[in-house]
């Protein structure tokens, strides 16, 4: 594997390591006596250290060096990392994604805040080193430290591993772990003692024995090559043999081998750095049985599977279209019914199997928001609880990714304007001195809703209307439901904030993510209470590349409404139709009022003018409000793969795509922000 290739998956790894640390010292934060997140982190930080040191990224290798010295202290340690030290915990991961990109780019220099932050680190240890009472030193400390009573450095002891079998524990299986580490260890950041220490994680240390050359002439010593030949370890454990080896998982193949020891059969399963496993056989036995490694996951190129899922959907196209072929429906015969349905079923169970690999939990998304809260939080000086709910939600793997931004802003937006500004102002309204900020997720029908909910002050109705009355965006002759008040917040640069933060203002910056939101057709709703809280709802479908619409037909042409959009669809009484001027159309629909909006006229199409109450009017709500379009004639409700226009066709307004059809006739399918 080439260099270059490396390099890519070491980036791709150290990305997802430094999300987790950030997401790990957060959840430490809220449970200081938790161990095993600190070891988490420790573990986060050491495997990018070794890393950073393989591929000469001077300058990330110190920082986490040091930073990784601090980690392994508290480890360690029975002091408890204080709210100070997790704020330096935090901005050094902060520091630790901007120097990636410094020597990912190969910039010049360091990030800012690089050395103030390492600083900060460096004094952690010296203050917190000074408040504990100083150890004795003694040549036993290292024995002690392993737990291992027969630390020999030298291989005067003969190995009996007749003696270790007694000294297991229940369940504990023993492992014979070899290192030969090459003379450049050091220079990659590794030692023998550390792999000493991070093995007490998975199992307990029985006994090692030290190959160690013998050194007479001094001069010639160099302290910075690895001059010990081979190291052997006994360790008892409970984990697998797997486990045992992911402690070196950043050596070469050559340096290490763990092997599983059997006490009967004298059965020895032999690991080496992600080989194979063999197991050989007690001694009568004339063959050895080989068993490979199994793995539970697998990492596929994410243009891979978008190309496996343009397949599927061409697949589902075709086998529409065999469904409904004239010729083949004439063919009387069950054998070639029985096939048809039975090609059917399959095909949907494929679309269905392809789908869900794209679909992911939402929990990794939600997660990186504690952060976006916790910042905030202390930005502001508010004291602020973040509640996450519904985290196994899974959804389409694209949505995720574009749905981070609007999330970051509007959960801001929460803390900043929606949180009363201070616990007093939240004591007088009766209520707790935190404030809350609910971040939820689940199914409902088709789609998926994500909801950020507070429990502030909620929008100011009148202040919101009266501010859009000043810009020009409303009239005052416009009768507005609530929902269409609250949606001006929505508009370019519309703010009512008295003050402009430079953390977030209710309304600055909310156009963008109400696009980014249209972006993956989705819809963003909003509802508040004043005094009580603000509730903004992101709507979505289940995936980005097959919708739920409605097929209708207009001027013998076929379209696809989006259900997304759709209420309801009826036809009128003819005393529930009304013309203003002689032109305008309105259809009174319970007690609202309507502005119908015909489909061919909108479209420009060869069209005749029936008259409303004999065609068909679906109900469609969008940001402007809701209004009916007429149609000749309802054809179903229908899934279809969505192709995109090419960029001839891109900017046709009212049109957002194509679908082939299972007769093999292209249908449009309608932007409905664009029809009225």
């Given at each position: 594997?080439?260099?270059?290739?490396?390099?890519?998956?070491?980036?791709?790894?150290?990305?997802?390591?430094?999300?987790?640390?950030?997401?790990?010292?957060?959840?430490?934060?809220?449970?200081?006596?938790?161990?095993?997140?600190?070891?988490?982190?420790?573990?986060?930080?050491?495997?990018?250290?070794?890393?950073?040191?393989?591929f000469n990224f001077s300058r990330l290798g110190e920082f986490?060096?040091?930073?990784?010295?601090?980690?392994?202290?508290?480890?360690?340690?029975?002091?408890?990392?204080?709210?100070?030290?997790?704020?330096?915990?935090?901005?050094?991961?902060?520091?630790?994604?901007?120097?990636?990109?410094?020597?990912?780019?190969?910039?010049?220099?360091?990030?800012?805040?690089?050395?103030?932050?390492?600083?900060?680190?460096?004094?952690?240890?010296?203050?917190?080193?000074?408040?504990?009472?100083?150890?004795?030193?003694?040549?036993?400390?290292?024995?002690?430290?392993?737990g291992n009573d027969d630390f020999e450095m030298t291989p005067?002891?003969?190995?009996?591993?007749?003696?270790?079998?007694?000294?297991?524990?229940?369940?504990?299986?023993?492992?014979?772990?070899?290192?030969?580490?090459?003379?450049?260890i050091y220079l990659r950041g590794f030692d023998h003692f550390?792999?000493?220490?991070?093995?007490?994680?998975?199992?307990?240390?029985?006994?090692?024995?030290?190959?160690?050359?013998?050194?007479?002439?001094?001069?010639?010593?160099?302290?910075?090559?690895?001059?010990?030949?081979?190291?052997?370890?006994?360790?008892?454990?409970?984990?697998?043999?797997?486990?045992?080896?992911?402690?070196?998982?950043?050596?070469?193949?050559?340096?290490?081998?763990?092997?599983?020891?059997?006490?009967?059969?004298?059965?020895?399963?032999?690991?080496?750095?992600?080989?194979?496993?063999?197991?050989?056989?007690?001694?009568?036995?004339?063959?050895?049985?080989?068993?490979?490694?199994?793995?539970?996951?697998?990492?596929?190129?994410?243009?891979?599977?978008?190309?496996?899922?343009?397949?599927?959907?061409?697949?589902?196209?075709?086998?529409?279209?065999?469904?409904?072929?004239?010729?083949?429906?004439?063919?009387?015969?069950?054998?070639?019914?029985?096939?048809?349905?039975?090609?059917?079923?399959?095909?949907?169970?494929?679309?269905?199997?392809?789908?869900?690999?794209?679909?992911?939990?939402?929990?990794?998304?939600?997660?990186?928001?504690?952060?976006?809260?916790?910042?905030?939080?202390?930005?502001?000086?508010?004291?602020?609880?973040?509640?996450?709910?519904?985290?196994?939600?899974?959804?389409?793997?694209?949505?995720?990714?574009?749905?981070?931004?609007?999330?970051?802003?509007?959960?801001?937006?929460?803390?900043?304007?929606?949180?009363?500004?201070?616990?007093?102002?939240?004591?007088?309204?009766?209520?707790?001195?935190?404030?809350?900020?609910?971040?939820?997720?689940?199914?409902?029908?088709?789609?998926?809703?994500?909801?950020?909910?507070?429990?502030?002050?909620?929008?100011?109705?009148?202040?919101?209307?009266?501010?859009?009355?000043?810009?020009?965006?409303?009239?005052?002759?416009?009768?507005?439901?609530?929902?269409?008040?609250?949606?001006?917040?929505?508009?370019?640069?519309?703010?009512?904030?008295?003050?402009?933060?430079?953390?977030?203002?209710?309304?600055?910056?909310?156009?963008?993510?109400?696009?980014?939101?249209?972006?993956?057709?989705?819809?963003?709703?909003?509802?508040?209470?004043?005094?009580?809280?603000?509730?903004?709802?992101?709507?979505?479908?289940?995936?980005?590349?097959?919708?739920?619409?409605?097929?209708?037909?207009?001027?013998?042409?076929?379209?696809?409404?989006?259900?997304?959009?759709?209420?309801?669809?009826?036809?009128?009484?003819?005393?529930?139709?009304?013309?203003?001027?002689?032109?305008?159309?309105?259809?009174?629909?319970?007690?609202?009022?309507?502005?119908?909006?015909?489909?061919?006229?909108?479209?420009?199409?060869?069209?005749?003018?029936?008259?409303?109450?004999?065609?068909?009017?679906?109900?469609?709500?969008?940001?402007?409000?809701?209004?009916?379009?007429?149609?000749?004639?309802?054809?179903?409700?229908?899934?279809?793969?969505?192709?995109?226009?090419?960029?001839?066709?891109?900017?046709?307004?009212?049109?957002?795509?194509?679908?082939?059809?299972?007769?093999?006739?292209?249908?449009?399918?309608?932007?409905?922000?664009?029809?009225?």
């Amino acid at each position: 594997m080439s260099k270059e290739k490396l390099k890519q998956i070491f980036i791709e790894e150290a990305t997802e390591i430094i999300e987790k640390m950030d997401i790990d010292i957060l959840n430490f934060e809220e449970s200081p006596s938790d161990k095993g997140l600190l070891n988490e982190i420790f573990r986060g930080v050491h495997t990018l250290k070794g890393s950073a040191n393989a591929f000469n990224f001077s300058r990330l290798g110190e920082f986490v060096h040091h930073f990784e010295d601090v980690l392994d202290f508290f480890r360690s340690s029975d002091v408890a990392p204080n709210a100070s030290h997790v704020d330096v915990f935090l901005e050094g991961v902060t520091v630790i994604k901007e120097t990636l990109v410094y020597e990912v780019e190969d910039q010049s220099g360091t990030p800012n805040g690089y050395e103030a932050c390492l600083e900060k680190i460096r004094n952690i240890i010296l203050h917190v080193k000074s408040q504990e009472e100083p150890k004795s030193v003694t040549s036993n400390d290292l024995a002690l430290e392993f737990g291992n009573d027969d630390f020999e450095m030298t291989p005067q002891k003969k190995e009996n591993e007749e003696e270790f079998f007694s000294a297991l524990q229940k369940d504990e299986k023993l492992f014979k772990i070899t290192l030969k580490l090459d003379t450049d260890i050091y220079l990659r950041g590794f030692d023998h003692f550390l792999f000493f220490k991070n093995l007490l994680h998975v199992g307990r240390i029985l006994s090692s024995f030290w190959q160690i050359p013998q050194c007479d002439d001094l001069e010639s010593f160099n302290a910075e090559n690895n001059e010990i030949k081979e190291v052997t370890v006994y360790l008892a454990s409970l984990k697998m043999v797997e486990d045992i080896a992911d402690v070196f998982a950043f050596l070469e193949t050559e340096e290490f081998e763990v092997m599983l020891v059997s006490p009967h059969q004298k059965e020895v399963e032999v690991f080496k750095n992600e080989e194979k496993i063999e197991v050989k056989e007690e001694i009568k036995e004339e063959k050895s049985k080989t068993v490979v490694a199994q793995k539970s996951f697998l990492k596929i190129d994410s243009q891979k599977l978008d190309e496996l899922f343009d397949s599927i959907g061409e697949l589902v196209i075709a086998q529409n279209y065999l469904g409904e072929n004239s010729k083949i429906k004439a063919v009387k015969d069950a054998e070639v019914t029985k096939t048809i349905e039975n090609l059917s079923k399959i095909t949907k169970l494929i679309q269905n199997r392809v789908m869900g690999l794209r679909m992911i939990p939402i929990r990794d998304t939600f997660e990186k928001m504690k952060r976006v809260a916790r910042d905030s939080s202390k930005k502001v000086n508010k004291p602020i609880h973040l509640v996450l709910e519904g985290e196994d939600t899974e959804i389409d793997k694209t949505m995720v990714e574009a749905l981070s931004d609007p999330l970051i802003h509007i959960i801001r937006n929460s803390i900043d304007h929606g949180i009363e500004s201070t616990p007093a102002d939240r004591l007088k309204a009766g209520k707790e001195e935190e404030g809350v900020v609910t971040l939820s997720a689940y199914h409902k029908g088709g789609n998926i809703i994500i909801e950020v909910r507070d429990d502030g002050r909620g929008i100011n109705k009148q202040k919101v209307y009266q501010k859009a009355l000043e810009r020009g965006i409303i009239n005052a002759s416009d009768e507005l439901s609530d929902a269409q008040v609250y949606g001006l917040i929505m508009q370019p640069g519309f703010s009512t904030a008295d003050t402009i933060s430079d953390l977030s203002g209710r309304g600055v910056g909310l156009d963008v993510v109400r696009n980014a939101i249209e972006g993956v057709r989705g819809k963003i709703d909003i509802v508040s209470a004043e005094g009580k809280g603000s509730t903004f709802s992101i709507v979505l479908p289940l995936t980005l590349a097959i919708i739920d619409g409605m097929i209708v037909r207009c001027s013998d042409k076929i379209y696809i409404i989006p259900t997304l959009s759709i209420i309801e669809s009826f036809r009128p009484q003819q005393e529930s139709v009304h013309i203003a001027g002689g032109k305008e159309e309105f259809v009174q629909l319970r007690s609202e009022l309507l502005p119908i909006i015909r489909l061919a006229r909108a479209l420009e199409l060869e069209h005749t003018s029936p008259n409303p109450w004999e065609s068909t009017l679906v109900c469609i709500e969008n940001d402007k409000g809701k209004f009916a379009l007429l149609v000749d004639e309802l054809v179903g409700r229908q899934q279809v793969v969505i192709k995109t226009l090419g960029k001839f066709f891109a900017k046709t307004e009212g049109v957002s795509g194509g679908a082939v059809m299972g007769n093999g006739e292209v249908a449009l399918i309608l932007n409905v922000e664009e029809l009225y």
